[in-house]
């Protein structure tokens, strides 16, 4: 875990001359914000705070003091947020000190600034596949992952890593005759980070639970542009395991018709019972039953269009340098196979505590087709099926990098594009490289891909949780 120097910690704090005074307190609180806080944002404040009501924080902490001090002192999500991974770590007593002194600092409220900006993002920035176009689709605070319904709504969840979305919402982007309009489907719900389409129905993972609200596509449609509703849920599975690391829950249904559903590893490396395993179930929540075992935290699933099989991302462990280990491809083509966690790691990464009588080569283990960067967190995937790309393009997988929070350069923050070819041997090699890329530079970010998925006019959608958008890309001509 990578901490960030005190003094950003604290001068992001402290709000320009507000009160220095060293006391037992402060001390105690330092200590507390560089184990939580400086472990995840960096000094571009990035991931972003959110006020409250769950709109973004810019960086500039002085000029949103106001804002701040609503989310410390908020009933219902106070800052830090309580399910932050790295929150988590504290013991009660450095909550009670982190949370008393944070709210001692933030006593003033600064106007905020009023020029708006002019560009909604720095599209400019990004470097893109030639031939190709990235555009905004739609605004989602926190969009995560997606769900496209062939009438060409496209829902999002939101939460995650750092509560982006305090109110739990799910939306719904809605082609319209005069444009896009997004309104929200549901709100209330912990962390609603998976979604999936069963034809009208929308099925949400949440940290514990999964839910379905029926005729999801018809309230979407129903609705004015802005609207803020809370659609009625039937609880399809309950009592999954509540955690605080890697909570977030990434849904799909596979070709069989049933609901496929990972719960990540509780911790960075450990030895694990119920997590770091792949689980699929009846829609209706019956017959639980485990897929794939030995996978630390994947955040995205998508079945081949062809073959049919589960392919995943799976993101490495933690703390063992910038250069190790890789983020994995997977493909389970045996039910019940092992990917080797906590043991190993990518292709032959052994786990220095949990790997020493392993050599990563065990007949039992399932490899990794495909090694990707370290540190990368690599999220959301699928193949591309739709008919306005390039012939070449078809069946190729796409990756969406949200990025690293523990390496010392930024490293990740894109779309990658995987593809497959066969030598005159038989021998299949998979090609790893960017298709967009430019959300971050090695020391700051202003996107963080989550999720991408086919559209219905054959171009792609991702989503980024950190601009609060959804791209969508498509050929220039």
Not at 6 to 25: D, H, K, P, R, Y
Not at 185 to 206: F, Q, R, W
Not at 394 to 399: D, E, P, V, W, Y
Not at 456 to 472: F, N, P, Q, T
Request: charged fraction near 15%.
């Amino acid at each position: 875990m990578k901490l960030v120097s005190l003094t950003f910690v604290l001068s992001g704090l402290m709000l320009g001359g507000i009160a220095n005074a060293q006391s037992e307190i402060q001390t105690k609180a330092e200590a507390a914000i560089v184990k939580s806080c400086g472990s995840c944002h960096d000094q571009s404040m990035t991931p972003s705070f959110v006020d409250d009501s769950g709109a973004i924080i810019s960086a500039n902490v002085v000029a949103n003091a106001a804002k701040i001090s609503a989310r410390v002192q908020s009933t219902t999500r106070p800052m830090p947020p309580k399910s932050a991974p790295a929150f988590m770590q504290l013991t009660a007593t450095e909550k009670t000190d982190l949370l008393a002194y944070t709210a001692s600092l933030l006593v003033t409220t600064p106007t905020e600034p009023t020029t708006p900006t002019t560009e909604i993002v720095p599209l400019s920035k990004l470097t893109i596949e030639p031939g190709f176009k990235i555009e905004v689709f739609g605004k989602v605070t926190g969009a995560r992952s997606l769900a496209v319904h062939s009438s060409g709504i496209v829902f999002v969840g939101t939460g995650g890593f750092s509560d982006v979305d305090p109110q739990g919402r799910v939306s719904a982007i809605v082609p319209t005759t005069t444009g896009n309009k997004t309104v929200v489907i549901a709100k209330g719900l912990s962390n609603p980070n998976g979604v999936a389409l069963n034809g009208t129905d929308l099925y949400v993972a949440e940290s514990t639970r999964v839910v379905v609200y029926k005729n999801a596509v018809a309230t979407a449609k129903s609705l004015a542009a802005g609207s803020v509703v809370t659609a009625k849920a039937t609880v399809v599975k309950s009592s999954i395991r509540d955690q605080s690391n890697h909570h977030w829950k990434y849904i799909a249904i596979g070709p069989d018709g049933k609901l496929y559903i990972p719960i990540g590893a509780d911790c960075n490396v450990c030895v694990e019972d119920e997590g770091a395993s792949i689980y699929r179930m009846n829609l209706d929540g019956s017959d639980w039953e485990l897929v794939a075992k030995g996978v630390r935290n994947t955040v995205g699933l998508t079945f081949h269009p062809v073959t049919g099989q589960l392919w995943f991302t799976d993101n490495g462990r933690d703390s063992l340098g910038d250069t190790l280990p890789g983020d994995e491809l997977n493909i389970l083509t045996t039910e019940g196979a092992n990917f080797g966690f906590p043991s190993c790691f990518a292709s032959n990464v052994v786990d220095p505590t949990f790997g020493k009588n392993y050599t990563c080569n065990e007949s039992t283990w399932t490899k990794p087709i495909r090694d990707l960067a370290p540190h990368v967190a690599a999220l959301g995937l699928t193949h591309y099926t739709g008919s306005t790309f390039p012939a070449k393009y078809t069946n190729a997988t796409f990756i969406a990098e949200h990025g690293s929070w523990n390496s010392s350069k930024k490293v990740g923050y894109r779309l990658m594009i995987v593809e497959e070819a066969t030598s005159t041997s038989g021998v299949k090699s998979y090609g790893y490289r960017p298709f967009v890329s430019g959300f971050a530079t090695t020391t700051t970010n202003w996107g963080r891909p989550v999720d991408v998925k086919n559209y219905i006019d054959g171009s792609l959608l991702l989503s980024d949780d950190a601009s609060g958008l959804v791209y969508k890309i498509s050929p220039t001509k």
